[in-house]
Every structure is written in C-alpha cells, then in structure tokens.
C-alpha cells in the first residue's frame, strides 16, 4: 500500500544537538514530498518541500531515492523548534491528487 | 491577504442539527480542501475542489455535503452526524491541484457532536 511513515512518535532533544525527524515513503515512481509543522495552538503551515530544494527556519531534507526516504534534519535545535511534525507525500491516484499525511512526530526540545 | 479563513472556530450541535462550516481565501488558490483530524491524529483528506468542481470524494458519508459556490468559498454542511464525527476540520487551498504546490491551512473548525 502507498503510505508516509514517521517511525517516532515523540523526539526528544536538548537544545543545541541535532535534530533528524525521520520520513519513509513506499510509493511507485517519485512522490512529491513535504514537510509541515504544527506549532501548539497555531495552524498547520507548509515548512519546505523536496522539489525546492530550500532551507527554512534551519532545516533541510533531502530525498533518497534508495532507501525511499525524506529526513528533516537540522545541526542545532532550538527551544521554538517544538512542534508536530508531519511528512507528507503528493501522489496522483485514480480519482486525482492527493496530499497525504505520515502519523507525525512531537518534536520536544528540552533545555 | 495570504490566510485561509474558517468560521466558526467552535462548533457545538446535535445530532439532529444542520449546521454549515464556511472557508475562505483571497488568494486566487483554484483548488481547496476539507481534512478532518482527530486528536494527536494526521489530516484525512475528505474533500478535493478544483477550479468548483468536485474532484476527490474520499468516501465521506452523505451526512456531509460539500460546497464550492466560488472559487473563494468553500462549504461543508453537515446534518444528522454522529459523535464520533468530532474532530478538528480543516480547510486548505493551494494555486492548482497539482503537484508542486504547498498548501495553505486554516486555523480549522472544532466540532463536537452532543
């Protein structure tokens, strides 16, 4: 089946260490890949997406085709940085496109 | 104006009871979205509008009906729900249902059916 896997449920760092939030996807050919984040109490917003390329508020993800992967990573966390973090793969089915969410990972940076 | 407008935020009504959530943009998006979440749960995409037409129906129950009257406006009436259909609803748009482009949220709708 074609899904979005985030293996944590919860992540927690120290402020200052690295930070990887990890995504798997098992579609055929190449999804288009996002990343958003869910700050408490605010509404979901778009963090960056695989075709960009870019790097925002610190973070990067590359995809790996190989291993079908699409990790959030970024050198130093900071205290703000905590949040739900959901991958999301862009996939063309039968009835149309649609953007579906992995189950999400808390990110809780600690000081 | 960059935002996705939902009203109302809160929402309370019986099982008997018609109700409508409204969702609004101003950015010229031409394809919108209604997802429902449930707590500590991801997005299910229900609904797909592009350019007012409905293309994506993910199975969702006729006791919600969707509604694109414009491109701005998106409708979601609901009548004769259940208590399990209490949840966070959200509403997104982005500029065309393709590929390539981010969504843009709105703070969503929070129901609860008594």
């Known amino acids: 089946a074609q899904r979005v896997t985030q293996p944590e449920k919860l992540l927690s760092v120290f402020k200052g260490a690295p930070v990887e939030l990890k995504c798997n996807y098992s579609y055929s050919g190449s999804p288009e890949l996002f990343w958003y984040v869910q700050y408490s109490r605010q509404r979901l917003q778009l963090l960056l997406r695989h075709i960009s390329r870019e790097s925002i508020k610190g973070f990067t993800a590359d995809l790996n085709k190989g291993e079908t992967s699409f990790h959030l990573k970024k050198p130093f966390a900071q205290e703000e940085d905590s949040a739900m973090y959901y991958c999301?793969?862009?996939?063309?089915?039968?009835?149309?496109?649609?953007?579906?969410f992995g189950t999400g990972t808390q990110l809780k940076v600690e000081l | 104006d960059t935002e996705v407008t939902q009203t109302p935020k809160h929402l309370v009504m019986g099982m008997t009871n018609k109700k409508s959530l409204k969702c609004e943009q101003h950015?010229?998006?031409?394809?919108m979205y209604w997802y429902k979440q449930k707590a500590k749960k991801p997005p299910e995409l229900m609904f797909v509008?592009?350019?007012?037409?409905?293309?994506i129906n993910e199975s969702v129950p006729s006791r919600f009906s969707p509604e694109c009257p414009n491109s701005s406006l998106l409708n979601l009436h609901l009548h004769a729900l259940q208590p399990e259909d209490s949840a966070l609803y959200l509403c997104?748009?982005?500029?065309?249902?393709?590929?390539?482009?981010?969504?843009?949220f709105g703070s969503g709708t929070r129901l609860t059916v008594v």
């Open positions: 999301a793969a862009y996939i063309l089915t039968g009835g149309g496109n649609k953007l579906t």
């Open positions: 950015m010229g998006h031409r394809a």
């Open positions: 509008y592009s350019y007012e037409k409905l293309s």
């Open positions: 997104a748009s982005s500029q065309r249902a393709g590929s390539n482009y981010g969504y843009t």
